[in-house]
């Protein structure tokens, strides 16, 4: 933990005390996002649903895209007001959000998923991760570096209701193996996914009983890590 500390002391030319605040919060919250569109009210009981709840940037923009060219519309990705929710212990308030849509990905939704999967029996999940926990801190801490101080505050007091106790480097393979070890007696639920290592339409499509789409499988906000100088 000393080199990541000293890695963000470096990137966010910081002194120790906000280094250990930032290492709590390594994929802060979006303040600026938009809020979640409105939704038409709470879909039917048992209509076809599919939740990815893999960590933000685990390459859940890609996913929220590739439900959009395979037709499902009533979709919600981040959402501020609903993360904002949790923080503030509204469960029942997000899964009530979350009734309205037939697909969702990204923050709050991947923190709920134990909740989802009891309310929605029929639903289906999709686990997006990064190759490995040292890809993802990377990824965060690149996208901490052009975060204010506000957002990554809010993101540690998520992580900190979401995975309490769970150091940075491990949050990533903790929440992974959490959702593994869940939905171990329901397999035919889940999906695990890379896109660094098989970015393709076959599986998902499979998965979601989708017909292959013509268009070329998406690979949403590659971000370009650049390390620190000095």
């Not at 999967?117 to 040292?134: C, K, V, Y």
């Amino acid at each position: 933990m000393s080199l990541l500390k000293s890695l963000l002391q470096r990137l966010f030319r910081t002194a120790p005390a906000a280094a250990d605040a930032a290492v709590a919060s390594p994929e802060p919250v979006r303040a600026s996002a938009a809020p979640a569109p409105a939704a038409e009210g709470p879909l039917p009981a048992g209509h076809p649903r599919v939740f990815g709840i893999g960590l933000s940037k685990t390459g859940t923009t890609t996913l929220g895209t590739c439900f959009e060219i395979l037709g499902l519309r009533r979709r919600c990705t981040y959402s501020l007001e609903h993360t904002m929710r949790l923080i503030d212990g509204d469960v029942a308030g997000v899964l009530a959000a979350a009734d309205c849509y037939e697909a969702l990905e990204d923050s709050p939704w991947f923190a709920v998923y134990e909740q989802l999967a009891q309310r929605h029996p029929q639903a289906l999940f999709i686990l997006t991760r990064r190759r490995d926990g040292a890809a993802w801190v990377r990824s965060a801490l690149n996208h901490g570096a052009h975060s204010p101080e506000a957002a990554r505050a809010l993101g540690r007091r998520f992580f900190e209701r979401l995975l309490p106790g769970v150091p940075v480097d491990a949050l990533h393979d903790t929440h992974n193996a959490r959702v593994r070890a869940f939905f171990a007696d329901q397999p035919q639920r889940l999906l695990e996914v890379c896109w660094e290592e098989e970015a393709s339409w076959d599986a998902l499509c499979a998965f979601l009983g989708r017909p292959l789409p013509a268009q070329p499988f998406p690979h949403e906000n590659q971000g370009v890590y650049t390390p620190p100088v000095g």
